[in-house]
């Protein structure tokens, strides 16, 4: 989702300073509460935003449900509010969460069910068994248990597919025992969903209520959430020579091309500074068009060329 | 912005999420990859960041937003806690047009 990596990383930060010995529940509830408040600050400004530029109530709350990913529901609405189609809308806020794809690699064992208990928060022994619990995983959705562990196991995988967001997998990949883990995952994805979604009902019901927001100034509050969402991933002079031209980019074609295309196009900018294989450089202009195909290990075949 | 946009993003965003805990065995992901997803996302909020902090619609929105979100970004930069990022941003909008600036 969104708010604050670093917000995420500096509770990181104070679990790690506390360390392996004393990583309790409480230190945990306390930097989840954190982030939550700070998450849900953003949701109130979301959803104030929204209603303010003149969608329906509904959207905002749909789309938190549903989509639950705070960057890129900023990004959808901030294109349908600038004019933009659905589709680019829709195009800005699906690149934002491809990020979610590698997550979800992550922290694959822990959003499942803690195999052979059932149930979350009891997988003490899952640690050197993750490949193991796999295969039994996938017996029993073939048909080798019963069909009501199944459906559990399936309902509990899918539920916590939905609570992947930057917070969760960042909680839960500073822990090293398996059970924290997956305490971490659960308590920080949950309590977020839950944050999250009140916030941006708040957020609505304050934002139709005021009738004049630009007074308040709350329509730079949507680009000052994005720069503190961006800025933990501009450490390297790469990311930040790309992203400064992107916008450069995008800002110059705004008044030329129809809503939403410019910051599109501004993915143009990862040609600046993205050169991951010496023989793939001839082609990095045309890395926005296929990210994950370009940047496969050398044995796969290139998808422009075709050469292996 | 139709239910139909929402339910397609929600379905492109839930489908990212599901393959890596239903397929973690099959899929090795190279680091390469993950880099440049990490910097799409970046190049694509900064350029939102942006577009929507000098822009309204296809003109320019006036000094008085890229002046707050500009003091909200330094703010950022220096590791400002975040409500002090968001009402500093809002604050010195809402000052300066309250002082007669567009």
């Known amino acids: 989702m969104?708010?604050?990596?670093?917000t995420a990383g500096s509770a990181r930060a104070s679990v790690?300073?506390?360390?392996?010995t004393s990583s309790s529940g409480s230190t945990l509830a306390r930097d989840v509460a954190l982030v939550c408040l700070a998450d849900g600050l953003v949701g109130l400004s979301f959803g104030a935003t929204a209603v303010a530029g003149g969608l329906?109530?509904?959207?905002?709350?749909?789309?938190?449900?549903?989509?639950?990913?705070?960057?890129?529901?900023?990004?959808?609405?901030?294109?349908?509010?600038?004019?933009?189609s659905p589709f680019a809308a829709v195009a800005a806020g699906a690149v934002l969460n491809t990020r979610l794809f590698p997550y979800g690699l992550a922290v694959a064992d822990v959003v499942g069910p803690a195999e052979g208990s059932g149930s979350p928060g009891n997988d003490a022994r899952a640690a050197g068994a993750a490949g193991a619990a796999s295969a039994i995983g996938e017996a029993g959705a073939t048909g080798g248990a019963?069909?009501?562990?199944?459906?559990?196991?399936?309902?509990?995988?899918?539920?916590?597919?939905?609570?992947?967001?930057?917070?969760?997998v960042a909680f839960a990949l500073r822990q090293t025992d398996p059970a924290?883990?997956?305490a971490a995952f659960w308590t920080c994805g949950l309590s977020l969903f839950g944050a999250w979604n009140v916030a941006v009902l708040l957020g609505v019901l304050a934002g139709s209520m005021v009738r004049n927001t630009n007074a308040f100034g709350l329509d730079a509050t949507f680009p000052a959430?994005?720069?503190?969402?961006?800025?933990?991933?501009?450490?390297?002079?790469?990311t930040r020579v790309s992203a400064g031209t992107g916008a450069v980019i995008a800002v110059v074609l705004t008044p030329v091309l129809p809503a939403g295309l410019p910051v599109l196009a501004a993915l143009a900018g990862l040609a600046t500074g993205w050169r991951p294989h010496r023989r793939t450089t001839k082609h990095a202009a045309s890395a926005p068009t296929d990210p994950r195909g370009k940047n496969r290990?050398?044995?796969?075949?290139?998808?422009l060329t075709g050469e292996r | 912005m139709p239910l139909l946009a929402i339910a397609v993003l929600a379905a492109i965003t839930y489908a990212f999420?599901?393959?890596?805990?239903?397929?973690?065995?099959?899929?090795?992901?190279?680091p390469a990859a993950t880099v440049l997803f990490a910097d799409a996302a970046a190049v694509l909020l900064i350029a939102l960041a942006a577009t929507s902090a000098l822009m309204n619609g296809h003109d320019f929105a006036g000094w008085a937003r890229p002046a707050g979100v500009l003091v909200a970004g330094l703010l950022a930069a220096r590791r400002a806690p975040f409500p002090v990022v968001v009402v500093a941003a809002a604050g010195v909008t809402a000052l300066l047009r309250l002082a007669g600036v567009g």
Do not use: Y
């Not at chain 1, 969104?2 to 670093?6: A, D, F, Q, T, Y």
């Not at chain 1, 309902?155 to 930057?166: E, F, K, N, P, S």
């Open chain 1, 2 to 6: 969104s708010p604050l990596w670093r």
């Open chain 1, 16 to 20: 790690q300073a506390s360390s392996s």
């Open chain 1, 56 to 84: 329906r109530w509904w959207v905002p709350v749909a789309m938190s449900l549903l989509v639950f990913a705070g960057g890129s529901q900023i990004a959808a609405v901030g294109v349908v509010l600038a004019g933009g």
């Open chain 1, 146 to 168: 019963g069909p009501g562990p199944t459906v559990k196991r399936w309902l509990t995988r899918l539920l916590g597919a939905h609570v992947i967001t930057d917070e969760s």
């Open chain 1, 180 to 182: 924290r883990r997956r």
């Open chain 1, 225 to 238: 959430v994005l720069i503190a969402l961006a800025l933990p991933a501009l450490a390297e002079l790469r």
């Open chain 1, 297 to 303: 290990p050398s044995p796969s075949i290139d998808p």
């Open chain 2, 17 to 30: 999420r599901i393959v890596g805990p239903l397929c973690r065995d099959r899929i090795t992901l190279p």
